[in-house]
C-alpha cells in the first residue's frame, strides 16, 4: 500500500459526458502529479501540484484540468469525453517534488462508452 | 527534457540476476536516474535512484557509466514476482526548484521459471 488514494477505481461514462477523479496524497506529501496511461502505452505525464499550486504541465488537453485543494487532495477533471479518453489514471506524490521518488495510488479505470 | 531508450522487452531466468539497460545519452548535470516498475495495471512502484554513483538498496543495484549517459537495474536474484514493466526515468530538478517527472515505454521483463 503505497499511501497515496484514487477513487473510484472503475468508472464508465458516456462520450461527451464530464467526470471528475480525486487523489489523497500520503500524509505529509505536498506534491501530486497526474498521470495518463492508456492500452498499451506507457505513462504520459500530464499535470504537477506543489502545495496548491500549478508547477509543471505535460501534455494535458484542454478538456482536463486539475486542481490541488488546501487539505492537498487534488482533483481531476474531465469534459467532454471522447472514447479514447478510456485509460488508466495514475496520481503520484512527492515529499517536496524537488527529486524525491514518487508515490502512485492504484489508478481510476475509466472507459468511455 | 532528457530522453531515454530501453530495449521493449527481456527474458530472465528465474534465480538469475536481471540486467536492465537504459541509454539517456541527454541526461543533463543535475538529472537523477531514476527506475520504477509496473506490475500488471498496477501503480508504478519506486525502485532505486542515483546521481553518480552506483547505488544499491534492498531491491535492487544502479550502476551509473561515468559519463552518464547510460545506466544499468540489476536484480540480483530475479523472481517470477519481478515480472513487470521497468521504467527508467531522468528527473531534473526545474527552474523554480519543482521536477517533472516523465517515463518512456519501459522495459517489459519476463521472469521465466
Known amino acids: 500500500d503505497s499511501g497515496v488514494t484514487q477513487t473510484p477505481k472503475h468508472l464508465i461514462t458516456a462520450t461527451g459526458q464530464r467526470v471528475t477523479l480525486r487523489c489523497s496524497p500520503r500524509s505529509g506529501d505536498l506534491s501530486v502529479y497526474w498521470y495518463q496511461q492508456s492500452l498499451d502505452q506507457g505513462l504520459q505525464f500530464l499535470i504537477h501540484?506543489?502545495?496548491?499550486?500549478?508547477?509543471a504541465k505535460g501534455n494535458i488537453l484542454e478538456r482536463f484540468s486539475a486542481q490541488q485543494f488546501p487539505d492537498l487532495h487534488s482533483e481531476l477533471n474531465l469534459s467532454s469525453l471522447e472514447l479514447g479518453d478510456s485509460a488508466l489514471y495514475f496520481c503520484a506524490s512527492s515529499v517536496d517534488g524537488r527529486g524525491t521518488e514518487a508515490f502512485f495510488g492504484q489508478g481510476t479505470r475509466l472507459t468511455v462508452v | 527534457d532528457a530522453k531515454t531508450t530501453q530495449p521493449p522487452s527481456m527474458d530472465c531466468a528465474e534465480g538469475r540476476a536481471a540486467n536492465l539497460p537504459c541509454n539517456h545519452s541527454?541526461?543533463?548535470?543535475?538529472?537523477?536516474v531514476y527506475w520504477y516498475r509496473q506490475i500488471h495495471s498496477q501503480g508504478p512502484q519506486y525502485i532505486i535512484h542515483g546521481l553518480k554513483n552506483n547505488e544499491t538498496n534492498e531491491m535492487a543495484s544502479l550502476i551509473i557509466t561515468e559519463d552518464r549517459k547510460s545506466s544499468t537495474l540489476i536484480l540480483p536474484h530475479a523472481t517470477l514476482r519481478d515480472t513487470a514493466v521497468y521504467y527508467c526515468s531522468p528527473v531534473g530538478v526545474r527552474s523554480g526548484g519543482y521536477q517533472k517527472v516523465t517515463f518512456g515505454i519501459g522495459t517489459k521483463l519476463q521472469v521465466i521459471p
Open positions: 541527454t541526461i543533463s548535470g543535475n538529472e537523477y
Open positions: 501540484y506543489y502545495n496548491g499550486e500549478e508547477r
